[in-house]
């Protein structure tokens, strides 16, 4: 018995693509998954977190949040600080 799964019905809120390689990438990437005991689909979201890091995008919400996060940290006013003023010599 022959069962089929798609993507959406192991992942309901995933987005699908098709991509064509040629033989030898395919090939290529087949390997690198075999090697690294990875999944096609692993290999792919490495190579699109990465290619979304290389252009400074967020990658997830998690990311988007810490970026968020370290934006609204540099932006926040800090009081200043009261400067001391040197003490006063007294002439004798």
Known sequence: MVVTVLMSQLMPDTKGKRVAFDIETWQALDQLARSRMMTFQELADEAFRDL????????????????????????KPTTPTAKKKPAKRRVR
């Open 52 to 75: 979304m890091k290389k252009h400074g995008l967020p990658y997830d919400t998690r990311d988007a949040f810490r970026r968020s996060a370290a934006v609204a940290r540099k932006a």
